[in-house]
Each structure stands twice: as structure tokens, then as C-alpha cells.
């Protein structure tokens, strides 16, 4: 099986700023940062240090703001220019906890049935009409974007795709080929723009945070001003279908190179009653389908890194860090480190087995971040994308790699480009190719 792989070919020499410690992985990232637990950067007087150590990890991701906050220039440089300065990833501190507070019930437990339920609408809807090619990231960030506006505003699986997703995806795409972050973005603006005039659905609630945004007109309650509540919409349905989009693109790429695999999901999601396969109780019965996406997400996560800097000097690896360095933990390096993975990049799903050794550390497979500011949505968006990757392989009857794969950052934005032909068949006279495309992301 081909697995997609960066050029790491990074050095002191080659490293331009911080921020491009974090947007230019492949240039800036050496290859050593995949068996050593610290490469350590001085550039421009600023320290930027790389970090796969997991205990080290752990202490940054899970000790506190007051210890280690977010290094703010990446993100609102990057991942807040166009969400505006009041969203959940431009803020840190009591704003962050007043707006987390807030959101938390959206994306609690007892949410993830009716998630389930909305992902595997959407994807029928989508799929069962196709005819001739297709491409893959297309049809999975148009399913993400219609699963994501469902939850956000209270929609479930009887209602209707909104006529807007299908125009806003197209123009998404367009703008992630032409590597155009901000058409991209002011695409998802449009359609958060018409959340007042529409009504809100069977599932908000009155206290529902969003349903004052709504023309209904009701009162605000959530106790976030008007501003917060808007970035909050934005930020939440961006990065919501982007992270979700290249996940399912990437996994059904992985998918299509192994047929004896796909057999063997079948069989396991026919083992479910058809009934609980939209029910958390019976998506947690399909074992083997959350080791492959977990495998899938570990050798290509769908975000890049998290950056948090030191208030304190701080030691890793025996190399004392001074108080202010840009403490990059790099994902896909994590993910693919050889001191924490056997064979780290080998596609063995396995790997998340009960009774695998793998990971050897909690913090070595974090998709999600961790800590206090793990993705508010990381247990639903899981169920989410079993869902869909459960429908499409029952409704499919072969899913089959056509082409090649290249995976390349873009140097000026960080996104990772997964390029590749899938084709589908449920039929003789349905076949799909499928192209997956572009993402990127900060946790």
C-alpha cells in the first residue's frame, strides 16, 4: 500500500521565522524531528523548538494557559483572518472559557446520535445520484459542510440540504485549487450570512446559543455578545467541514488500495442492524472501521500542529527551552515518530486494536490536540465520520484506487494537498472517480 509521505528537509539555515516553522513543514522540518524528541531553532532572536517528546507534550498541552498559552501571532495571522478577532481560536483566557462554556452542550455526548443520524442523511443524498466522475474532496466537503450546518442550526435528518451548500462547496474547491485560503473562507462567510434569514430547525433549542442569530429574532441568552456569536458560527462551520472533509477524503483514498479490506468492512457494517448504524451503540460495534480512520488520521492528520509558547523556561529532552519559544508540537511528525511507532509508516489499522501495544503513549496519537483545548467537537466528529464512511462503503460496492498519490504542503499557506483517483461502483452503471484535495489546520 502507497502511503503519502513529506520530504522533511528543514535546517537552522533554511528556517525563515517562526511562522514558517509552522506554514512550511517540508522546508523547515528536518527529517531528524521524526526520531528525535527536540529540534531546537533559534531564528531571528526568536527560539522555536519542535517537540515529539510525549511526556513534554503532555506538560504543554495539559498544564494551563497561565503556563503555556497559545502562541497568538499563528493563529490570528492565520487561522482567525477571516473568522474575526472575537472567535474561540483568536482568544484565550476567561473570553476563551465564557465561549467554550457556551458551545459545550452543543457537542456533548448525548448530541452525537443525532450527528450520527444527520451524517448518514447527508451522505446518502449525496452519493446514491451519481453518475460519471466525480471528485473526492468535492462530494466529502460538500457532505461536511451539509453535516456541520445541520448541527449548527438545529437541523436533523429529515430536513432538507440547504440550496446554498451545494454553489458554496463548488466555490470552496475552486479556491482550494487556486490555494486561495480567502475565497475559501469567503465562501463559508456567505453562507453564515444567511442564517438570518432563515428559520431556526426542529432540533435548536431555545437556549440554543445561534437561535438569536436566526430570523426568528429571539432574544440573546448565551451571555457572548453579537460579535462573539457570529465568529463563533464562522469559526465553528469552517473549521468543522474542513478538518472533517480531508479525514474522509484521505481515509477513502487508503481504503480504495485494499479490496480484502474493504470485504472486511463490508462484512463488519452488514453485522450491524441497519437501524443502530445512525445510533452511537451501533457505530461503536464497527471496530475495525475506527481502527482504519484512526490509522488513516494518524499517518495524514487533518491539522498540522498546535503552537503554545512558555511563560517559564522549560527543559525537554535535557535542553532547557527559555521562557518565550514557540513550542510547535508537530502532528504528522508525532505521528510518524520512530521511537513511539513500530514501523511508523505502515498503514496497520491494528495499531488501535484492544489488544495492540500501540499507542505507547497517550499523547503519542493526538488528531485532536489534547488538553484543555482538544477540538470542543473530537468524540461527535469521530461518530460523524463513521458514519459517512459506513454509508458510503454499503452503499458502494467497490471502492478502487485509479491513480497515484502526492502529498505536498504549499509552502505559503501550509495546506497539505492529497492528491488521487478513486472510483466507486454500487452498480454496472454507477462509477465514480474521486480526486481528495486540500486542507489546512491548527488545533
Known amino acids: 500500500m502507497y502511503i503519502p509521505t513529506l520530504d522533511l528537509r528543514g535546517s537552522e539555515k533554511k528556517l525563515k521565522s517562526a511562522t514558517h516553522a509552522v506554514r512550511d513543514p517540508q522546508g523547515s522540518w528536518p527529517e531528524a ?48 483572518r477571516y473568522s474575526g478577532p472575537y472567535s474561540i481560536l483568536a482568544v484565550q483566557g476567561p473570553q476563551w472559557a465564557g465561549i467554550r462554556r457556551a458551545f459545550n452542550p452543543e457537542f456533548g455526548p448525548d448530541r452525537i446520535g443525532r450527528m450520527a443520524e444527520v451524517s448518514a442523511a447527508a451522505t446518502t443524498s449525496a452519493i446514491r445520484p451519481l453518475v460519471g466522475l466525480q471528485s473526492v474532496f468535492p462530494l466529502c466537503n460538500r457532505i461536511a459542510i451539509d453535516v456541520m450546518w445541520r448541527t449548527l442550526m438545529g437541523d436533523n435528518a429529515q430536513s432538507p440540504t440547504d440550496p446554498h451548500i451545494q ?28 442564517v438570518s434569514r432563515r428559520l431556526p430547525g426542529p432540533e435548536m433549542a431555545q437556549d440554543h446559543p445561534f437561535r438569536s442569530l436566526t430570523a426568528e429574532g429571539s432574544a440573546n441568552h448565551s451571555g457572548l455578545s453579537d460579535a462573539e456569536l457570529k465568529d463563533n458560527f464562522f469559526a465553528l462551520l469552517y473549521a468543522g467541514q474542513e478538518t472533517t472533509a480531508l479525514a474522509l477524503s484521505r481515509t477513502l483514498w487508503i481504503i480504495g488500495q485494499d479490496q480484502d479490506l474493504q470485504d472486511k468492512l463490508r462484512d463488519e457494517i452488514r453485522s450491524v442492524p441497519q437501524g443502530t448504524l445512525t445510533r452511537r451503540e451501533g457505530l461503536g460495534r464497527l471496530d475495525l472501521l475506527h481502527c482504519v480512520l484512526k490509522e488513516s488520521m494518524r499517518l495524514l492528520p487533518p491539522a498540522l500542529a498546535t503552537i ?10 535535557g535542553t532547557t527551552l527559555p521562557p518565550n519559544t514557540v513550542l510547535v508540537v508537530p502532528f504528522y511528525a508525532l505521528h510518524r515518530s520512530t521511537t513511539l511507532w513500530q514501523e511508523p509508516g505502515v498503514f496497520r489499522p491494528a495499531r488501535f486494536g484492544a489488544a495492540s501495544p500501540e499507542p505507547r503513549h497517550p499523547m ?25 464512511l459506513a454509508t458510503v462503503i454499503r452503499e458502494k460496492r467497490d471502492i478502487v484506487r485509479q491513480s497515484g498519490a502526492a502529498l505536498t504542503p504549499t509552502l505559503a499557506s501550509g495546506i497539505f494537498c492529497c492528491l488521487g483517483l478513486l472510483s466507486l461502483s454500487s452498480g454496472c452503471r454507477d462509477h465514480a472517480s474521486w480526486r481528495s484535495g486540500c486542507c489546512s489546520g491548527l488545533a
Open 33 to 80: 524531528i521524526l526520531s528525535k524528541p527536540l529540534i531546537h531553532y533559534q531564528v531571528r532572536g526568536q527560539h522555536v523548538a519542535l517537540i515529539t517528546d510525549p511526556d513534554a507534550i503532555k506538560t504543554i498541552l495539559c498544564s494551563g494557559e497561565q503556563a503555556f498559552p497559545k502562541w497568538l501571532p499563528i493563529y490570528r495571522a492565520s487561522a482567525t
Open 167 to 194: 454553489a458554496i462547496s463548488d466555490r470552496m474547491v475552486r479556491a482550494f485549487d487556486r490555494d486561495d485560503l480567502a475565497d475559501a473562507a469567503i465562501s463559508i462567510m456567505d453562507l453564515v450570512e444567511t
Open 308 to 317: 503554545r509558547t512558555n511563560t517559564e523556561a522549560l527543559t525537554v529532552a
Open 364 to 388: 503519542a496519537y493526538i488528531p485532536f490536540s489534547s488538553g484543555r483545548h482538544i477540538c470542543i467537537a473530537a468524540k461527535n466528529s469521530m461518530f460523524e465520520m463513521v458514519a459517512i
